[in-house]
């Protein structure tokens, strides 16, 4: 089991920046594969971020929307998952959800992942 919190989120006007934290508890956080998703209001669950494990050499992924923007890292020392968002756009706006897979697929589909936080919000205002 691992537990994961989101911090970070708020209210940021367009072109600004934000950086998210998961702070992960339970089981060694660095051997899981970390994501992050977005869920707009009214909108599907999307992938925006993820990062390998440790031990491995590290690997990151974003969505299309994303990159170039967003920049996900983790501290394995301080068991915490990041995501610096720059450049924001009103089509950011969503609840942010960290998410942890023991199974290493580094995939981009939520099903694959196995531990969730319970999100934070970021608005984008224009």
């Known amino acids: 089991q691992v537990q994961l919190v989101e911090s970070g989120g708020g209210l940021v006007q367009a072109g600004g920046s934000l950086r998210l934290s998961c702070a992960a508890s339970?089981?060694?956080?660095?051997?899981?594969?970390m994501a992050w998703f977005r869920q707009a209001p009214g909108k599907e669950r999307e992938f925006v971020a993820a990062i390998t494990r440790s031990g491995v050499p590290t690997r990151t992924r974003y969505a299309d929307s994303v990159k170039d923007r967003f920049t996900i890292s983790r501290d394995n020392a301080k068991s915490t998952l990041y995501l610096q968002m720059n450049h924001l756009k009103r089509e950011d706006t969503a609840v942010y959800y960290c998410?942890?897979?023991?199974?290493?697929?580094?995939?981009?589909?939520?099903?694959?992942?196995?531990?969730w936080g319970q999100g934070t919000q970021v608005t984008v205002s224009s």
């Open positions: 998410a942890a897979d023991q199974e290493y697929s580094f995939s981009s589909y939520g099903t694959q992942y196995d531990y």
């Open positions: 339970g089981r060694t956080f660095s051997s899981f594969d």
